[in-house]
């Protein structure tokens, strides 16, 4: 499981050049959305941020040594340090910045029991980087004009996953629920599987409009259509590489036939066809 998530997390970085520190060249880019919400990106999971009257809470914090940037950007936002943070799950590229937060903004790190639990299980793990608060189902903030809720999801992207909800402003973060246009990671090691990771996609499409504004864990800023366009071809290469499953075809045999042509454009560096095909077979 390390070997991959080290391997993520270094795909998850943009090309760059041969430089020392390849989060040097790594800027962080602001959207506003609606509301008090904003969108920030830069290397690894997206960044959801409520700024206003009451302070910033930001939705996961990508990697350590971009902490100051991210903090510079919510600075010009919000004007404020930031007051609470919420884990959409576990790993590196969306927690990385907890401790620094913990340690310069004294921010309260909120997170599903199972984050803490496997990020404790981890020995690079400063204990500032550990939630503080945990819950079983989910909380509600009632922050900057708006209805935040947060909501645990079974299994599927990991054991502890975590979907956030702006109600007033209607935008959703499903975090690693949504690779826009691209095959997702499903962490099998970590808790997930594809029938939940399914499931709980549907779910969030029921929930949502036409006008939902979504901030995928990775990708560029996403409708309703775009979710469901992203359901479909899970539920579609699913079907597939099991009836080939089901035909007898050992996994090497089934990598070998591989998918239709249509889903080529869904491989990227990261989980390519191959590592899809496995991810369905063995999920």
Do not use: C
Not at 35 to 60: K, Q
Not at 84 to 102: E, K, L, R
Not at 173 to 190: A, T, V
Request: hydrophobic share 40%; glycine share 10%; charged share 20%.
């Amino acid at each position: 499981m390390m070997r991959w998530l080290t391997v993520l997390l270094a795909f998850m970085l943009p090309a760059v050049g041969a430089t020392e520190n390849p989060y040097d060249d790594v800027e962080i880019q602001r959207k506003h959305l609606s509301g008090s919400v904003h969108m920030l990106t830069g290397a690894g999971g997206n960044i959801g941020v409520s700024a206003g009257e009451d302070g910033v809470l930001i939705i996961d914090d990508q990697f350590a040594p971009l902490a100051e940037k991210i903090a510079a950007s919510v600075a010009e936002i919000g004007n404020s340090e930031v007051r609470y943070i919420v884990n959409t799950h576990y790993h590196g590229d969306h927690t990385g910045s907890n401790a620094w937060f913990a340690e310069h903004h004294h921010a309260t790190v909120f997170a599903h029991h199972n984050v803490r639990v496997r990020l404790s299980d981890k020995a690079e793990t400063q204990p500032a980087s550990l939630p503080v608060v945990t819950y079983d189902e989910g909380v509600k903030f009632h922050f900057n004009g708006d209805t935040i809720h947060v909501m645990h999801l079974p299994s599927g992207h990991t054991d502890g996953d975590s979907v956030i909800w702006f109600e007033n402003a209607n935008v959703l973060h499903p975090g690693d629920l949504f690779f826009e246009g691209r095959f997702p990671y499903i962490d099998l090691n970590g808790g997930g599987n594809v029938a939940g990771y399914i499931a709980n996609v549907e779910t969030l499409i029921d929930r949502v409009d036409a006008d939902t504004q979504i901030i995928p864990g990775h990708g560029k800023l996403a409708n309703k259509a775009d979710y469901q366009r992203f359901l479909n071809m899970i539920k579609t290469t699913y079907a597939y590489v099991q009836s080939l499953k089901k035909q007898g075809l050992s996994l090497e045999q089934a990598i070998e036939t591989g998918l239709q042509e249509q889903w080529q454009p869904w491989s990227w560096r990261f989980i390519d066809e191959k590592k899809w095909i496995e991810t369905l077979y063995q999920g």
